[in-house]
């Protein structure tokens, strides 16, 4: 039953990945093998995250295994970056063999790099002076909840910066957070671990960010 599932799961991938073309990389991994460091056992358009047969998985897939190593629940359309800096919206389903098992694990890979930078081009063509006149003139709306106020400045914060946190540089994201400082964001309690996460930074380096030009 193993080998049907695993043939079963090899005619999707092929199926995906003809469909979306070679931006679409769709991988299986075989976790009956001696060792999870080699477990790729079939990969389509491979060139995208630079693995073949015999790779090992990402860290998201060991961290979902690690966190939960018998009901794994599926892990779908994240945000991942290639060693080569390419931005992937990827997904993870994990399947199980006849004892329920975790078996094989089916990931797809969609390089979306060059769709935001379309996506970044098409917002300073449609954009103009009136546009962001108007935006100013829009106060932004009184709220009793902070959580809710924090989620609005991280919003504006990236808006600022222009790119999704997967795409920032350093300085983008010392930008975004002095933006953030200024904008009295840190004096809600418990900030500071809220939009570190968000930035995916330690609390140490987004207070040395905010230090920065004092």
Do not use: W
Not at 40 to 52: A, K, T, W
Not at 57 to 80: E, K, N
Request: proline share 3%.
């Amino acid at each position: 039953m193993a080998g049907s599932r695993l043939q079963v799961l090899k005619q999707i991938a092929k199926a995906l990945a003809a469909q979306f073309g070679n931006d679409c990389e769709v991988v299986i991994h075989d976790l009956a093998r001696n060792s999870i460091d080699n477990s790729v056992v079939y990969i389509e358009n491979g060139h995208i995250s630079g693995r073949e047969i015999g790779s090992g998985p990402s860290r998201v897939v060991l961290d979902t295994i690690q966190q939960h190593p018998t009901d794994p629940p599926d892990h779908l359309a994240y945000l991942t970056r290639t060693e080569s800096g390419h931005i992937l919206k990827s997904s993870t389903i994990f399947v199980k063999d006849d004892e329920g098992e975790i078996r094989y694990i089916f990931g797809i890979n969609y390089d979306i790099t060059n769709l935001l930078a379309l996506e970044t081009s098409i917002h300073h063509l449609t954009s103009n002076a009136r546009d962001e006149e108007e935006a100013a003139k829009n106060a932004s709306p009184i709220t009793h909840d902070v959580n809710t106020l924090l989620d609005e400045l991280i919003e504006q914060s990236v808006a600022l910066v222009g790119h999704p946190v997967p795409l920032m540089s350093k300085e983008d994201k010392v930008k975004a957070i002095q933006f953030l400082n200024d904008a009295g964001a840190f004096l809600i309690t418990k900030s500071g671990d809220k939009v570190a996460k968000y930035f995916g930074i330690s609390k140490y380096t987004l207070y040395s960010y905010v230090d920065i030009n004092k």
